[in-house]
Nanobody, 117 residues
Framework: QVQLVESGGGLVQPGGSLRLSCAAS????????MNWYRQAPGKERELVAG????????NYADSVKGRFTISRDNAKNTVYLQMTSLKLQDTAVYSC??????????WGKGTLVTVSS
């Protein structure tokens, strides 16, 4: 049974930092590209960051470049999203996504990040 369980969300002030984690099980994590998406209230879901199975290559949405860092630990079956210099507009539900093949996608339930003063 595939599971993606996000954690680390919460309330943070503008300019603050959070680290999200996504623990994976039920599939071959080390062979799967991983992504973080987010969906803000009233907006469509958007890709925030992605990382290849080896971790050698990453990509980011323009809105988070230089502030967010995606990483992974294949020994722990976990992908991370380090978020710094958080802005009000970063408020959203952040979800972990696994892409083990070109046609298969797994999703976590998400964790809420609220940036507010």
């Amino acid at each position: 049974q595939v599971q993606l369980v996000e954690s680390g969300g919460g309330l943070v002030q503008p300019g603050g930092s959070l680290r999200l984690s996504c623990a994976a099980s039920g599939f071959t994590f080390s062979s799967s590209a991983m992504n973080w998406y987010r969906q803000a209230p009233g907006k469509e879901r958007e890709l925030v960051a992605g990382i290849t199975s080896t971790g050698r290559s990453t990509n980011y949405a323009d809105s988070v470049k230089g502030r967010f860092t995606i990483s992974r630990d294949n020994a722990k079956n976990t992908v991370y999203l380090q978020m710094t210099s958080l802005k009000l507009q970063d408020t959203a539900v952040y979800s972990c996504n696994a892409a083990p093949t070109v046609s298969i996608r797994y999703w976590g339930k998400g964790t809420l990040v609220t940036v507010s003063s």
